[in-house]
């Protein structure tokens, strides 16, 4: 790809231009001090700051998602606290075009891990094929940005970050031709479970249309607080230290045990409820069912979310050399599924057409004899299609990638149909392996 610059109302901007699209990098949306709000910028001050490498919020390196996802070299990112970057990637003759759909990008990652601008999840494809606009957006995790409520700490600060990034997007799309009137989030895992509470939380009005909820872990979402305050008070000992890697380092040590809290302990950091801009937790339910007139909602999950961890973990594979045990293993991954995932994203949708919202409800499977099934992150190769992104990932092997290429570009014309539209197309082929259910 090549640089050129674009004239704009904010003075030149630098884009990179090839393989039919423009991809504007690394734009400061807002700027925050440690443990206070964001505040948002204008697209002048932004471009100012506009970055060569992606900034990442410091976060621990785990070898297990390394292994199954290929987790980008370190070096080729800048560890950065306050972490309001977002990047624009355009169709390459954006400017003769008027009004392009918009889709924000949330990424995912326990709200511990992960930035919006990986090699695995590269729009450029989705881009270029679709004639979208999509804004990548990064914001604080871990203790910057999802722990707080105590020592002056604020909760919620990473979502406060989003809501900027979406501020930004509304007020200054027309910069790229893009249609600030037609904006659809899209969050997978942790960025789902985000978006989701973006629908009931204190926000501007029209800020976003439509919501595409992947993988949202809304099993985990209740009954949090005695956890966060456990791990709030381990950790206030050095919420002062100057350099956040170590934070982060030291942060490994007291996180919850799952002896203690069980499956909420997966996901230690999160949304506190009670605290700006979110309800009370025993209010949310009635707030989604009253606000599900204002969105289109596309809420879903892949089959065997669980197998990600349970089917690839070797002190599990110690105990599954039998066909017995392995029946038990998938009985494990059936249940767990469920119980955080697929339940929870029925019951959602239900309560959003209780209140005579537009939703709908899907699920994707893997109709291959091999690999670890639809595990959690299966949609992501599908959705970005991004070969080189992908080609080492565990998540993915023995899967042939002629298998994702020709469903990825499916859901890709699925997912934009939603978007333009609301709907879905009633007489196109769906993809192999996924199903959809209107309710």
């Known amino acids: 790809m090549k640089d050129k610059i674009f004239p704009t109302i904010f003075g030149p901007v630098k884009g990179r231009c090839g393989d039919g699209v423009v991809r504007f990098q690394n734009i400061r949306y807002a700027v925050s001090k440690r443990y206070q709000r964001p505040e948002l910028l204008s697209p002048k001050e932004g471009f100012l700051h506009q970055s060569e490498r992606p900034h990442v919020c410091p976060q621990h390196l785990s070898p297990f998602l ?19 970057f977002l990047s624009v990637t355009t169709p390459e003759d954006f400017k003769n075009k008027e009004k392009i759909p918009i889709l924000v990008w ?27 606009i999509v804004v990548s957006v ?24 989003v809501v900027e990034a979406l501020k930004w997007i509304r007020n200054y799309s027309s910069v790229f031709h893009g249609d ?28 976003f249309r439509r919501l595409i909820i992947q993988s ?21 000992s050095f919420i002062h230290e100057e ?27 999160g949304l506190q409820y009670g605290a700006y801009p979110l309800p009370d937790e025993k209010e949310t339910m009635a707030m989604w069912r009253r606000n599900a007139k204002k969105y289109e909602v596309l809420i879903g999950l892949n089959h065997d979310e669980t197998s990600f961890y349970l089917a690839t973990s070797e002190q599990v594979k110690k105990y ?10 998938q009985k494990a991954i059936r249940f767990s599924t469920e119980k955080i995932y697929g339940k929870p994203a029925r019951q959602f949708a239900e309560n959003l057409r209780k209140g005579g919202g537009n939703v709908t409800l899907f699920r994707i499977h893997s109709v291959l004899q091999r690999g ?15 070969e080189s992104g992908w080609k080492k990932a565990g998540l993915l092997k023995d899967v042939p990638w002629r298998y994702i290429e020709e469903n990825g570009k499916k859901l890709r014309f699925f997912w934009t149909e939603f978007m333009r539209n609301g709907a879905l197309p009633v007489n196109e082929k769906l993809p192999e392996g996924l199903h959809f259910e209107v309710l």
């Open 66 to 84: 390394d292994r199954m996802i290929e987790q980008p070299d370190a070096e080729n990112f800048i560890a950065d606290e306050a972490t309001q």
């Open 106 to 132: 949330i990424h995912g990652g326990s709200y511990e891990i992960g930035c919006g601008d990986l090699p695995t999840s590269d729009p450029s494809k989705w881009v270029r094929e679709q004639d979208i």
């Open 138 to 161: 990064s914001y604080r995790l871990g203790l910057f940005g999802f722990l707080g409520g105590v020592g002056g700490r604020p909760a919620n600060l990473g979502l406060l970050d």
């Open 180 to 207: 600030s009137e037609n904006i659809t989030l899209l969050g997978q895992s942790s960025g789902g479970d985000l978006i989701a509470h973006l629908m009931i939380a204190d926000l501007p009005a029209n800020l």
């Open 216 to 236: 949202a872990p809304l099993g985990l979402r209740k009954g949090r607080q005695k956890m966060y305050r456990e791990l709030s008070e381990k950790t206030f």
């Open 243 to 269: 350099d956040p890697l170590k934070m982060v380092e030291w942060q490994q040590k007291a996180l919850p045990k799952f002896s203690r809290f069980g499956m909420k302990s997966l996901m230690p950091f």
């Open 320 to 329: 599954t050399g039998n066909s017995f045990s392995k029946k038990i293993l």
């Open 372 to 386: 670890i099934g639809a595990a959690h992150c299966f949609d992501l190769p599908l959705l970005f299609g991004d």
